[in-house]
């Protein structure tokens, strides 16, 4: 039984935007340096026909979401074809109802079936476009629609995920754990979603594997663009008291090094916590258990500073059904790559993983279905960056907020590409420039994401894709 609230999506507008780094960002074997964004506008109109438009955004970080032997422009050209294809599909894909249902409907009856095929018209690539890479071009038509929900009704989309706009509660899209006597019925998202988020988080920031730490790291070639180029430099303007470490996975004395060296300057300069993320690049549990283990034992002092360490093991997680339970024992252990959707999270959890770390680039409803599960079964949140700029740093750090994190949100798009996001930081300065260690996000108000779109000044190039019905 529908809603009088619900909604369908009758217009699709799809742009890219290009941004270049000022510094490059290396993370497991590949090293960004530019990226596309893309760039949704959707309509949604309910049974009255009444309409309403909502925005949404998303890096195709090429790097991340399809890691691989393909040349990157071989890569980054299909992430586009599909976009533009998905602009259709959520168009003719004409189901009524509240975003999360739409979202989670058109992942299992449109984006999976819509990959098949893609990857059939494509054999001749050898390897396939991954289901990662799927769902971070669908996010951004995903998020629009929540933002134009919110947008219709008048609500900010966070006071939309109850009872009074669903249909269907959570029972309808999660199952409990083996054993556990859980139920969703009658839950909703709302249930498990902090209802008066905080109005300032903790910032983490990212150490890239090629970022320069102290005084004598120059070459000489940095950037003179009046931003921090040396780590010490960023502690000092931004009050930084967290830092994400991006190590290696495949050498151990380096990736201790590179911790060692991290944590003893962080330290000594105010900083709190680290984290230590390998991008997936370890197959054996005691590659982390030795390095964590030397840590504990020669710098008790930085290994206290460990909140967590991130993923360091493959993507697939079904296919690599690694035993982390050792790892855990040591440090919360979160999934990310891995973490496409709360059944992954379910496998995780079964494998000894402690911890999720949730992004709006898997989409929103996603995010706040795993989200939910998590919370329901005693795991541990944290909200990831994907370098987000401009539009979506705001739903970004929104789900931060609204998901109750282990400690603030990681945000790094000012660290390599400040620029980009200056028009929305006109608005929104707070959320494009750390103060005192964390970001504001008292600027936000108004309906949908609130975005204050009309008081933002960017103008937008020629859209890529639009299609109506």
């Known amino acids: 039984m529908g809603k009088s609230t619900d909604v369908s999506v009758v217009n699709a507008v799809l742009y890219f935007i290009p941004v ?45 979401v399809w890691p691989g032997s393909l040349p990157y422009e071989a890569r980054h050209r299909v992430l586009k074809d599909f976009s ?66 919110g947008q219709l009704h008048h609500q900010p989309a966070y ?16 199952t409990p754990a083996d054993g556990s006597r859980l139920s969703f019925k009658g839950k909703y998202p709302a249930d498990f979603l902090i209802a008066r988020p905080p109005p300032r988080l903790r910032a983490w920031h990212l150490v890239g594997g090629l970022d320069l730490l102290e005084p004598g790291d120059e070459t000489g070639a940095e950037p003179r663009d009046g931003y921090p180029v040396l780590l010490t430099d960023w502690i000092a303007q931004d009050g930084l008291k967290c830092l994400k470490v991006k190590l290696r996975g495949t050498d ?88 496409h959707d709360w059944e992954l999270i379910r496998l995780g959890r079964d494998l000894g993983w402690s911890g999720v770390a949730l992004k709006t680039c898997k989409t929103q409803t996603g995010a706040i279905l795993s989200a939910c599960w998590a919370r329901a079964h005693g795991l541990a949140l944290m909200v990831q960056d994907l370098t987000n700029p401009m539009l979506a740093q705001i739903p970004h750090v929104l789900l931060a907020a609204h998901a109750g994190t282990i400690m603030g ?13 200056a028009p929305e930081a006109s608005v929104h300065p707070g959320l494009y420039r750390r103060r005192h260690g964390g970001v504001d996000l008292s600027t936000l108000r108004g309906p949908g994401f609130g975005y204050r779109l009309p008081e933002i000044p960017r103008q937008l190039a020629e859209p890529v894709a639009v299609v109506g019905r």
């Open 409 to 421: 949100v990681e945000t790094n798009s000012m660290q390599f590409y400040p620029d980009a996001s």
């Open 159 to 174: 006071a939309t995920y109850n009872a009074e706009f669903m249909s269907r509660d959570l029972a309808a899209f999660l």
């Open 252 to 339: 151990g004395a380096w990736d201790y090094q590179r911790l060692l060296r991290v944590g003893t300057l962080a330290a000594a300069r105010g900083v709190d916590w680290l984290s230590a993320d390998f991008n997936c690049t370890v197959t054996d549990p005691a590659y982390v258990n030795d390095l964590l283990d030397h840590l504990r034992d020669d710098q008790p002092r930085l290994y206290g500073m460990i909140l967590y360490v991130e993923q360091p093991f493959p993507y697939e997680l079904a296919q690599h059904r690694i035993d982390v339970h050792s790892v855990s024992a040591r440090k919360p252990l979160f999934l990310d790559e891995s973490a």
């Open 84 to 149: 533009v294809r998905l602009a259709d599909a959520w168009v003719v894909f004409s189901r009524r109802g509240h975003p999360l249902e739409i979202g989670h409907d058109f992942q299992e009856e449109v984006l999976r079936p819509l990959l098949d095929r893609y990857n059939q018209e494509h054999r001749d690539l050898a390897e396939p476009l991954p289901w990662l890479a799927a769902l971070v071009c669908s996010s951004a038509f995903d998020l629009a629609v929540h933002d134009a929900f």
């Open 20 to 64: 270049q780094t000022r510094v490059p960002l290396k993370f497991g074997p590949e090293t960004l340096t530019h990226v596309t964004c893309a760039r949704v506008c959707v309509t949604v109109a309910d049974a009255r026909g009444r309409r309403a438009v909502g925005w949404g955004e998303t890096p195709l970080s090429v790097q991340w």
